[in-house]
């Protein structure tokens, strides 16, 4: 009786944890795929255990450069969605202007619509255009795919803002520089940051438009897709381990940073 108002009490913590566990279930396959030394050329069946992949993980022809395109690429599509998505999530918010309400409605397509409905209309426009496919168009439509994302970020860290902190610093002789670098700003920088991560992962893993715009350049999610269809190396499990291991440092970096700023303001 006692177990069973235990499991009562404690269930959805173990509904949580259950589901934690299943989404990280994935993560610890690829970990313990990257340690394998398979004999044919796929890497789903445990053969035996080395470190060959890690110790060369760019031992694959193709694959360190297509996963420093990818990495290029998300930097800079992350760099211009955030700044023009914070520009736009300021003015929808702070001014009244017309058509306000339909690009209002028009920002939230691109999470609406379906990728490859997105990826088939910019290779259109593009071929159109006659623009030739590669870095610049995978770049082009990997803002217009992380702009929304990064706008709905922001727009919500800036419409919880309270005024009366940007009145105050005008009524204490702050320009309007000063009060947006030294107010506004620390205080939209939480939202900014988030819209920025999720910026970056979605440009990052994205494939089905950048298969759709990319030409004849190969990104990393591109490599990974061909390559499962010849046989699957073991530095791709290497790279995603490493991709694991670095997000998980910088989560655990932030909360450590927040709980220590807490304290201090405690």
């Not at 509904?15 to 795929?33: I, K, S």
């Not at 003015?91 to 409905?117: K, T």
């Amino acid at each position: 009786m006692a177990f069973v108002n235990w499991f009562k009490r404690n269930l959805v913590v173990l509904a949580g944890l259950f589901t934690l566990g299943y989404l990280l279930l994935p993560n610890v396959v690829v970990t313990v795929f990257s340690f394998n030394d398979p004999k044919g050329r796929f890497n789903y069946e445990w053969q035996k255990f080395s470190t060959d992949a890690w110790t060369d993980p760019c031992g694959v022809s193709g694959l360190c450069s297509s996963l420093t395109l990818s990495l290029q690429i998300a930097f800079w599509a992350t760099l211009g969605a955030t700044v023009l998505g914070a520009m736009i999530a300021f003015a929808l918010v702070r001014y009244r202007f017309r058509a306000r309400g339909a690009v209002n409605s028009l920002i939230f397509m691109p999470m609406a619509m379906p990728e490859v409905v997105m990826a088939a209309s910019l290779l259109t426009l593009f071929l159109n255009m006659g623009v030739q496919l590669g870095f610049w168009t995978i770049l082009i439509a990997h803002v217009m795919l992380c702009l929304s994302f990064v706008v709905t970020a922001v727009k919500a860290r800036v419409m919880s803002m309270d005024p009366r902190l940007e009145q105050a610093a005008q009524d204490l002789y702050a320009g309007p520089l000063q009060t947006f670098l030294r107010v506004t700003l620390p205080i939209a920088a939480p939202g900014i940051a988030a819209g920025a991560l999720l910026a970056f992962a979605l440009s990052f893993d994205d494939f089905i438009i950048t298969n759709f715009n990319a030409g004849s350049t190969v990104t990393f999610p591109m490599f990974v897709w061909g390559s499962a269809q010849r046989g699957t190396p073991v530095q791709i499990n290497v790279i995603g381990t490493a991709m694991f291991i670095i997000a998980v440092l910088l989560v655990l970096t932030s909360m450590v940073v927040t709980n220590r700023r807490t304290k201090r303001k405690a």
